[in-house]
């Protein structure tokens, strides 16, 4: 028999279940992450990727996630644990849940310092120092930004309090509140950012840049670049660690699943175009370089905010929203650690919060430190400084370990582990739990619509995220596939 409540407590509203989904996917990933790693490979390929691993992948894991959480009702470990005994199968499903735990406490870690960045441009913002700002000043006062790590650490300092105090209250009086005005907020002022962008930048050149597939690009490192888009779509979906999940959990019974799914998904990648829309225009407006990297947004907005009138005005607001966007998604890194501890550990929901942040906060400090003091820090110099097993020249070989703290857990989650957790849900809710246990929560009937998730949650997207995997490192080549 299924169960109705959540002892964490539920959302009062369906309205609020949205808006609380699409505050924990629209965030960093879309307006910070999305323009920066499009950038990186080239656009419009990129671009086209990434839809297609929205819609064939994401929705269906979506509406996964969100049916085993609310047919378990707990964290992510339990309920894995849980759902797997109703079904007669193997308790090491609970793994799955623990990952997410790992994936939410690495993702949350460099997530904190990120958001401190868009806090520290709200003052400066404000202030004024952008008027009349070039892309070579933006460029600078971004570079000594990062690389002062007392003011990193005092700005992830804060964002770290700001998600325990929220994670500490509660679903109902702290989550749901938030959301409800800024998420509208955020858009309106996203609409306006592209109305600026069309006026005074290259829109043209923008629009082609990010709607007009280019593969020559592509074409050289394709195994990462489709990682990578496939990667951003579990990232900005919050799919794969266990954050959909939890707020699934929370859900009345009553909610239909494929329709909440479909509006936060549809949701979450409008906003990430919107953001491209007024990015990129003003990057090609200014001759600046769609490559540059994880500072994209903090070297071209500035810019755009220096010329604009109003633009101290706009440009404090614009981070203001940024920061509760990265919040209400930093809420939900930070939730189902916070409930397996209440659960397992009798805290208290704000004990619970304290110790996951704290633990969250001391990762964090690696991270800062990786943009200056340790820059020279990778994971391959750490692993090579291990005697013995150090020396294999085969970790050279591993291209991807040559990264410091938060460029490395930024790829790790985003490209590794979100989807090998989604792939293992996938598997999960296909294959494992039974077809009447899928009927039943999912509430569809049997027609068309449930068999078409059907097939693509037992079939397309495992199969997707295996191909893309097995791209990625290059097994394609040494079976002779390709
Ligand atoms: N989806 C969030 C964003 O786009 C990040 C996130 C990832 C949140 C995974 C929760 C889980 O910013």
Redesign the pocket.
Same mark, same amino acid.
């Given at each position: 028999m299924a169960v109705t409540h959540s002892v964490h407590g539920m959302w009062s509203t369906r309205l609020a279940f949205i808006l609380a989904a699409t505050g924990?996917?629209? *965030? /960093? *990933?879309?307006i910070w992450?999305f323009p920066y790693t499009a950038g990186e490979y080239g656009g419009g390929a990129f671009v086209l990727v990434y839809l297609l691993c929205v819609a064939g992948i994401g929705i269906p894991i979506m509406m996964a996630e969100i049916m085993l959480g609310r047919r378990g009702r707990q964290s992510p470990i339990n309920t894995m644990r849980m759902l797997a005994q109703q079904e007669g199968k193997s308790h090491l499903w609970s793994l799955l849940g623990w990952m997410g735990i790992i994936a939410?406490f690495l993702?949350l870690s460099f997530?904190s310092v990120i958001a401190g960045w868009t806090m520290a441009y709200v003052f400066r913002a404000a202030s004024g120092t952008f008027t009349g700002i070039d892309g070579a000043a933006a460029d600078e006062l971004f570079k000594g930004f990062v690389g002062d790590p007392e003011r990193l650490l005092a700005w992830h300092t804060i964002f770290m309090v700001l998600a325990v105090l929220v994670v500490a209250r509660g679903v109902a009086s702290g989550l749901e509140r938030a959301v409800r005005f800024l998420m509208p907020a955020l858009f309106v002022l996203l609409i306006i950012m592209v109305i600026y962008a069309a006026q005074a930048g290259d829109f043209d050149a923008g629009l082609r840049y990010l709607f007009e597939p280019d593969f020559s690009k592509f074409k050289d490192h394709a195994g990462e670049a489709i990682l990578s888009a496939m990667g951003q779509a579990f990232?900005?979906?919050?799919l794969g660690?266990g954050?959909i999940m939890i707020y699934g959990s929370y859900l009345h019974r009553e909610s239909s699943i494929a329709q909440n799914t479909v509006i936060i998904a549809g949701l979450d990648t409008l906003v990430a175009i919107l953001a491209g829309l007024a990015i990129f225009p003003i990057v090609f407006a200014h001759g600046l370089e769609p490559g540059s990297g994880p500072g994209l947004i903090f070297q071209t907005l500035p810019i755009a905010f220096g010329e604009m009138p109003f633009g101290s005005l706009f440009g404090a607001l614009f981070f203001v929203l940024l920061v509760f966007a990265?919040w209400t998604?930093g809420i939900? /890194?930070l939730e189902p650690i916070t409930a397996w501890l209440v659960e397992n550990r009798s805290l208290s929901r704000v004990r619970a919060s304290i110790l996951s942040g704290v633990t969250v906060w001391l990762l964090g400090i690696a991270c800062l430190l990786s943009l200056n003091v340790w820059s020279d820090v990778t994971m391959l110099s750490l692993i090579q400084a291990i005697p013995g097993l150090g020396a294999l020249d085969f970790w050279s070989r591993l291209t991807f370990l040559d990264k410091g703290f938060l460029d490395f857990f930024d790829f790790v989650t985003a490209n590794v582990m /979100?989807p090998l957790g989604g792939l293992l849900i996938a598997v999960f809710a296909g294959w494992a739990l039974s077809r009447s246990s899928s009927v039943d929560e999912l509430d569809m009937g049997e027609g068309l619509g449930y068999r078409l998730w059907h097939f693509l949650i037992r079939y397309l997207a495992p199969l997707a995220v295996l191909l893309v995997f097995l791209k990625a490192v290059g097994a394609l080549q040494w079976i002779g596939l390709e």
């Open positions: 924990s996917a629209v *965030g /960093l *990933g879309n992450r939410g993702i997530y990232f900005s979906l919050s660690m954050a990265a998604s939900s /890194l /979100l």
